[in-house]
């Protein structure tokens, strides 16, 4: 039992030496989207979905130039439609009558 435990906290500090840094600096990437955008501060979940997102789209020299995506799905990511971190949205509603404003 107390070998499972060492095992355990040795992976626990292999992650933390190994993944600490990168969401570091997703951590940073998300903070430059948020001041970059003009946007508050509760919308950090958002921005770090999509800095993660963004680096899974990315080519990486670990993966011989591929992306994660690539790795994974055996495809490339087709990026033609990816919008700017907080653009404008516009919601239809489907209840409103012609003349409505």
Not at 8 to 28: D, F, G, R, S, V
Not at 52 to 78: C, M, S
Not at 81 to 100: I, M, N, R, S
């Amino acid at each position: 039992m107390i070998e499972g435990q060492y095992k355990n906290l040795w992976y626990m500090i292999h992650l933390l030496k190994t993944e600490l840094p990168n969401m570091h600096t997703q951590a940073k990437r998300a903070r430059a989207l948020l001041i970059a955008s003009g946007l508050p501060p509760f919308l950090w979940e958002e921005a770090m979905r999509n800095t993660t997102w963004l680096q899974n789209q990315t080519p990486t020299h670990a993966l011989a130039g591929k992306t994660l995506y690539e790795v994974k799905i055996k495809k490339k990511p087709h990026l033609a439609g990816l919008q700017e971190f907080a653009v404008a949205a516009y919601v239809k509603d489907l209840k409103a009558g012609k003349l409505d404003a």
